[in-house]
C-alpha cells in the first residue's frame, strides 16, 4: 500500500497477489464508486486492474471539491 500527493488530489494504491473473478466485484465497489460520485462528481476515482498475478486497486480524492479545500493532516 502507497499513499501520495499529486498535484491536485490524494492518490492510494493498493496491490495484492491474486486474480479478479469475472463478475464478482460486486455491490460493494460500486457502492463505494456511488458515493465517490455523489461527493466529488466525476472529480474522484476508483479502479481496479489486474495485471502479472497482481490485482491493483487505485482510489484518487481531490484536495479541493467547488469551493472547499479538504482537510489535509501530516
Known amino acids: 500500500m502507497k499513499s501520495q500527493r499529486v498535484s491536485n488530489g490524494v492518490l492510494i494504491c493498493i496491490s495484492n497477489n491474486g486474480e479478479i473473478e469475472e463478475g464478482i466485484l460486486g ?6 464508486r456511488q458515493r465517490l460520485r455523489l461527493l466529488y462528481d466525476d472529480k474522484a ?4 486492474s489486474q495485471r502479472d498475478g497482481f490485482v491493483f486497486t487505485e482510489l484518487f480524492i481531490p484536495y ?3 469551493e472547499e479545500a479538504l482537510e489535509i493532516n501530516d
Request: hydrophobic residues 40%; aromatic residues 16%.
Open 45 to 48: 476515482n476508483l479502479t481496479i
Open 64 to 66: 479541493f471539491y467547488g
Open 27 to 32: 455491490i460493494g465497489l460500486e457502492n463505494c
